[in-house]
């Protein structure tokens, strides 16, 4: 996933061409507090559906629900919005880093694949103290 070249346009075609699966982590947004709390993790990748707090920019405080992801690391809320002067009302795009997700896509329960991502970090995260094997006494020899 690394492009050795330091040219921006490198760079845009780079992150342009990725394909989904790489996509996905590059698309990791920070977790509320109390949802960090709860879960054992800091950062999980955006979907469509899940609530957001907008955290910089002139929306800053807005809380709503993404309603698109595009390519180029942008969502769009649905809270956010402005009217144009012919009184259309527009959606900006919105950078990934100035987000962080305070609730997850509204279900019934949460999808298998997401449930499995959080339980997979949580047990590198957070709770290493609880994975840590006890000392080894050394044996003295006799």
Do not use: C
């Amino acid at each position: 996933m690394k492009v050795n070249s330091k040219q921006p346009r490198k760079q845009r075609k780079a992150l342009y061409n990725y394909s989904n699966h790489q996509r996905s982590k590059l698309l990791s947004t920070r977790v509320a507090d109390f949802l960090r709390d709860e879960y054992g993790i800091k950062r999980l990748p955006l979907r469509v559906g899940d609530q957001v707090r907008i955290t910089r920019g002139e929306y800053s405080d807005f809380e709503g629900e993404v309603i698109e992801i595009t390519r180029n690391q942008k969502a769009r809320i649905k809270e956010a919005q402005f009217e144009k002067g012919d009184g259309t009302q527009f959606h900006p795009p919105i950078h990934i880093s100035n987000l962080v997700i305070t609730k997850f896509v509204k279900e019934k329960k949460m999808d298998p694949w997401r449930a499995n991502m959080i339980e997979r970090k949580a047990i590198y995260g957070f709770y290493k103290e609880d994975l840590k094997a006890p000392k080894k006494e050394k044996e003295v020899e006799k």
